[in-house]
């Protein structure tokens, strides 16, 4: 199988994933969470970095980031908080993770295809 700019940009896409989800693991411990959102966050951390590795082998699997990144950011105002910082950083780590968890993968079909008129 060719290595072509598809796989590399889903690679790059899955790494950050990972990273991300290690981030959101380290920052529940570093910084002020309320229980409820601490908990929250370093769970989401741990499946992050899970659904990341697994779609490395299987793509479809990245959606489950998708779901992640959705549930994270309404979490941010569904949540009691201590720290306005904490807030910010999981909305933008929410974000960043929804946009890479689009990213299709090799031999996926991008979400949307042109259409030619008849």
Same mark, same amino acid.
């Given at each position: ?12 896409? #899955?790494?950050?994933?990972l990273?991300? /989800?290690?981030?959101?693991? @380290?920052?529940?411990? @570093?910084?002020d ?6 908990? !929250? =966050? ?7 970095? @899970? ?6 082998? =299987?793509?479809?699997? #990245?959606?489950? !980031? ?8 309404? +979490?941010?105002w ?6 306005? /910082? $904490?807030?910010? !950083? !999981?909305?933008?780590?929410? @974000?960043?993770?929804?946009?890479? +968890?689009?990213?299709? /993968?090799? /031999?996926? #079909?991008?979400?949307? $295809?042109?259409? =030619?008129?008849?």
């Amino acid at each position: 199988m060719a290595f072509t700019a598809t796989n590399a940009n889903a690679t790059v896409a #899955r790494w950050v994933n990972l990273v991300l /989800g290690v981030w959101l693991f @380290i920052s529940a411990f @570093i910084w002020d969470h309320s229980m409820a959102e601490r908990t !929250n =966050t370093w769970i989401l951390g741990v499946l992050c970095v @899970i659904f990341a590795l697994i779609a490395m082998s =299987t793509p479809t699997a #990245r959606w489950l !980031n998708t779901i992640l990144s959705i549930w994270l950011f309404i +979490s941010v105002w569904a949540l009691p908080h201590h720290n306005l /910082g $904490t807030m910010w !950083n !999981n909305a933008i780590v929410a @974000i960043v993770v929804f946009i890479a +968890s689009l990213v299709p /993968g090799a /031999g996926e #079909r991008p979400l949307t $295809t042109a259409r =030619t008129p008849a």
